[in-house]
């Protein structure tokens, strides 16, 4: 049917295209309503049933998200795509476009029963994820020159309903109501589903729901008291997950990387504390590790059960997993005055044995003699000469690395000193300066990311992060080497009490600094672990070991994977020789031994070692994964596969295991089998570049070319840049004081010009 | 029937009239407030808030939010001032509470909150803070005597939330 008359001749006229311009300038320049977005909440939280129907209920929350929906989307900044609403970061919700956040029912609906819970939340991490001065700098930072959207990026976790509502935009409609509860109860207890593990807030929530109906649908929003009190277990349905109780849960958040609609260049991991999970000896997943533990998730340390104090429904047998999260931020409670949160943080960081210091060796440089372990061998000191000491501190109970996370912000750091009887100082390494800052020459287990500039990137101002200088963090079980260097005053009178210590501040000075201004009160300091001895101007004869002390064996031990990591492979041999004399019996001796050996690259010893470790137990992974890499050279591919083929029946979810066995099945051009190795390998690690670029091999191969192409571009954003190293370079070249923080071997001393002492200390 | 010539004269005409009476509001210019969005006001205040901007001295930025319920009228109030000396600065400030400020904690790097003793309002309250070299003056008020969402307490509440909102934003 065509179009005649009079509305023909509008259609066409430019009287009316005029018409339309300024009806349509109208609409985009006459000032917005805003959105009310509390619509779904009730002040009361009506005691008496709701007479809406499960049906009722549901259509009503779907009008009400549409409604939402049509005020919020056309001024929504759709700047990575219209189905992108929390693109740099990941975050997702059930269901078309934005959640209203009136449909989060508050916390304090949730702790009106959950009483315990909410007190405890309240002072919690998690409740000011979002809030905190910490966390609005950095994050202020980035809107201001990059523009809020980005910001999606840090909030999909830090204030997810913000994300999810739409907030997160120019000029935003949204009441921001919810950013003093950040993660608040119903965004946790709304999740669904989870993405991978690739973190950046890889879940899908749920309309949070306080009820599930009859038939197992969720019934969105508030539910009245008498409701969920009638049906306890379908309140439970609602709000619990078995996903809840597991690290991935964790990982949604715990995890984090830089992609490039963040940068601009290119993906960047940031924080991997699920991935030090995994990797160390409490997920049982990987049979690499130096020591074997029980089995233990984040929230086997995180949120232990303990006895509630207040009326807690969720609590079983009296305890309830805690909602305090301790863990090792000082700052939040500190600010906020949160004294209890803060006596618990403290408490934590103390308790667990987590870490290990070992005044484990004194080498005499004068004489060139090495006593080790201390305490266990006799000695003696003389006045004028000069000795160096080697502490050995041990990541043995942490279930990721030491700093985890923001290693660019949070401070841990050896204090070493030396003291006459007099109390005077002969030698102080990782003290306080007055004006709040950490002697720059400390050994700290922080790392120093830098942009294209070689400048460190201060301020948190993750976009520019284009390399890591140097990165001294201790990953989960292992050691490391920290060498204090020092003469003896010739008129020294006395014994001499040196005491290490490991010391941990939230935050960093300067980070502090930039936030507050100079004139803020000093953050707390807490000691972690720490030990002294007492050394004698004379003889020394051995000492008890003191109750927290390793024994020996295990010392050696520790030394040996310090000095593995410190590419110092002949005193690592030594070291671990040390061990399987002690303990002839202990496998892991020799297949350390092996390790080094491999290191070294003296593929025989190593042959021989890891064969004494298979004479002890023949089927034992750890000794079966090394004996494969050692086939694998002497080009013996069917003992190399059946020995990682027996890894991964054992540990299934080895990273490790499964790459070498990709590996071997691709070199033996079973295409088949490679890729349901490297798919396995995607599904633990989906950041795994070994995984991207043999699954783009195998793809082509196969003929699947969209597949191929997708894995090659992800392993070209994913693999290090190869000029990255130049910033870096540029950095410490700029910054001598702390240049040797970067080599693996270095020696800290009492002067101001360092001198490296020669390597092969233990052989001496 | 018309011709076709007489509808598009009114049409013209139609869009004229249109166009000259739309561009006052087309060329008015969206005022938005940097540390507390209307929406969010609006919460506050318990209806759907007006905002106005002003910015009395090149060092100075005011957001007046206000909303009218029949006889009471409900505002807010947000005033930023970039110190130039934070010692000297600050101090007069922080005289504007006087010996009846209530310190506040975890509001910028120091805040207190005080009567208003605004003339003309029923309840009102006033919070004095800094954030860094940023000192901000926030004022909620209410003319209505029993307001049921802006009781004595709950003005003091509200208060705090945006104070902790706009600390947040100039952190």
Redesign the interface.
């Known amino acids: 049917m065509s179009t005649k008359?009079?509305i023909r001749?509008?259609a066409s006229?430019?009287?009316?295209m005029?018409?339309l311009a300024?009806?349509t300038?109208?609409v985009l320049?006459?000032?917005?309503?805003?959105?009310?977005?509390?619509a779904a909440q009730s002040a009361e939280y009506q005691d008496a049933p709701d007479a809406r129907t499960a049906d009722q209920k549901i259509a009503d929350q779907e009008r009400d998200r549409r409604e939402f929906n049509a005020k919020v989307s056309p001024s929504y900044n759709y700047a990575f795509g219209k189905d992108n609403i929390s693109t740099p970061g990941n975050a997702a919700v059930e269901g078309p476009g934005f959640v209203q956040p009136g449909a989060f029912p508050t916390a304090e609906y949730c702790g009106h029963c959950h009483q315990e819970a909410y007190h405890q939340w309240r002072q919690a991490l998690h409740s000011n994820s979002f809030?905190t001065?910490f966390y609005?700098?950095s994050v202020?930072i980035l809107i201001n020159t990059k523009g809020i959207e980005f910001a999606r990026h840090c909030d999909s976790c830090h204030n997810p309903v913000a994300v999810l509502s739409g907030g997160l935009t120019e000029?935003?409609?949204?009441?921001?109501?919810m950013?003093?509860d950040g993660l608040t109860c119903t965004t946790c207890h709304s999740i669904q589903k989870l993405q991978s593990t690739a973190g950046n807030g890889g879940f899908i929530m749920g309309v949070p729901a306080a009820l599930v109906d009859e038939k197992g649908r969720r019934i969105p929003g508030e539910a009245s008291y008498a409701d969920i009190m009638a049906h306890l277990d379908r309140h439970s349905k609602a709000v619990m997950q078995d996903i809840y109780h597991k690290p991935e849960f964790c990982a949604a958040c715990h995890k984090a990387n830089l992609p490039n609609p963040l940068n601009g260049y290119k993906f960047i991991p940031a924080f991997s504390a699920y991935d030090d999970w995994q990797n160390s000896k409490f997920s049982q997943r990987n049979p690499l590790t130096f020591y074997q533990a029980d089995f233990t998730t984040c929230q086997g340390c995180h949120m232990k059960r303990a006895p509630n104090v207040l009326p807690e429904p969720g609590a079983k047998n009296g305890t309830f997993a805690t909602h305090s999260w301790p863990a090792g931020n000082t700052a939040v409670p500190f600010?906020?005055?949160f004294d209890e949160q803060l006596a618990k943080t403290i408490a934590f960081l103390k308790a667990g044995n987590y870490l290990n210091v070992d005044l484990f060796a004194l080498n005499k440089v004068d004489e060139g003699k090495m006593i080790a372990p201390l305490g266990s061998e006799p000695f003696s000191l003389t006045s004028g000469e000069t000795v160096q000491t080697l502490v050995v501190i041990q990541n043995k109970n942490i279930g990721h690395s030491l700093i985890p996370e923001v290693r660019d912000l949070y401070e841990a750091w050896v204090e070493f000193t030396v003291k006459q009887a007099d109390g005077k100082e002969i030698y102080h390494s990782g003290f306080i300066k007055p004006n709040g800052m950490l002697d720059e020459r400390a050994h700290s287990f922080t790392n120093r990311p830098v942009n294209t500039g070689g400048t460190f990137v201060d301020n948190h101002k993750v976009w520019t992060i284009h390399s890591v200088a140097y990165d001294n963090t201790v990953p989960a079980g292992r050691s490391v080497l920290v060498r204090y260097q020092f003469t003896i005053p010739k008129d020294a009178s006395g014994p001499l009490t040196v005491t290490a210590r490991v010391n941990y501040r939230h935050l960093r000075q300067s980070y502090l600094n930039n936030?507050?201004?100079e004139?803020?009160p000093a953050y707390p300091i807490v000691e972690l672990a720490t030990r002294t001895r007492v050394l004698n101007i004379g003889k020394n004869d051995p000492t008890p070991a003191s109750p927290d002390d390793n024994p020996d064996w295990m010392r050696w031990n520790n030394a040996g994977i310090a000095y593995l990591d410190q590419l110092q492979y002949i005193d690592s041999i030594h070291a671990f020789a040390q061990v399987v004399k002690l303990r002839p019996d202990y496998a892991d001796g020799y297949i350390n031994v092996g390790i080094a050996n491999i290191e070294w690259e003296k593929y025989a010893s190593a042959r021989a070692e890891i064969k004494k470790a298979l004479q002890l137990y023949p089927n034992y992974a750890r000794a079966l994964y090394y004996m494969s890499l050692l086939e694998r050279r002497a080009g013996h591919s069917d003992a190399e596969l059946a020995d990682l083929t027996e890894v991964v029946r054992q540990f299934p979810q080895s990273r490790d295991a499964r790459r070498e066995l990709g590996i071997t099945y691709y070199q033996r051009d079973d295409d088949a089998h490679a890729l349901e190795q490297f798919q396995a390998l995607q599904g633990i690690d989906p950041d795994d570049v070994a995984a991207h670029y043999n699954l783009s091999l195998l793809y082509r191969r196969m003929g699947m070319m969209d597949k191929a192409r997708e894995q090659a571009a992800l392993f070209a954003t994913k693999k290090t840049d190869p000029l990255a190293p130049t910033y870096s370079l540029a950095f410490l070249r700029d910054h001598p004081e702390i240049i040797t923080e970067s080599v693996p071997w270095h020696v800290h001393t009492d002067n101001s010009t360092e001198e490296a002492m020669p390597p092969r200390e233990l052989q001496r | 029937?018309?011709r076709?010539e007489y509808?598009?004269k009114r049409?013209?005409q139609?869009?004229?009239a249109?166009?000259v009476t739309?561009l006052p509001?087309?060329?008015?210019t969206?005022a938005?407030c940097p540390w507390?969005?209307?929406?969010?006001a609006?919460?506050v205040l318990g209806g759907?808030a007006t905002l106005s901007l002003t910015n009395p001295s090149p060092t100075v930025t005011t957001c007046r939010f206000d909303y009218k319920s029949g006889e009471e009228v409900r505002e807010l109030t947000v005033q930023i001032t970039a110190m130039t000396d934070?010692g000297k600065d600050y101090a007069l400030f922080k005289a504007m509470c006087g010996g009846d400020a209530t310190p506040l904690?975890?509001i910028?790097?120091e805040a207190v909150m005080c009567p208003d003793n605004n003339p003309g309002t029923a309840h009102s309250e006033r919070v004095v803070s800094r954030?860094?070299?940023s000192a901000f003056v926030l004022r909620l008020s209410t003319t209505a005597k029993s307001s049921p969402v802006m009781t004595q307490d709950s003005i003091e509440e509200k208060l705090r939330?945006v104070a902790?909102?706009v600390?947040?934003?100039l952190?």
């Open positions: 008359g009079p001749h509008l006229s430019p009287a009316t005029v018409f300024v009806l300038a109208g320049f006459a000032p917005r309503a805003h959105v009310q977005a509390q809030r001065p609005r700098t202020n000029d935003s409609l949204v009441d921001r109501k950013d003093t600010y906020y005055g936030i507050f201004g004139d803020h | 029937m018309r076709p509808w598009r049409a013209f139609l869009a004229l249109l166009l739309s509001a087309a060329c008015q969206h938005v507390i969005n209307v929406a969010t609006s919460g759907e934070l904690r975890a910028g790097n954030v860094r070299n939330f902790e909102l600390s947040g934003n952190f």
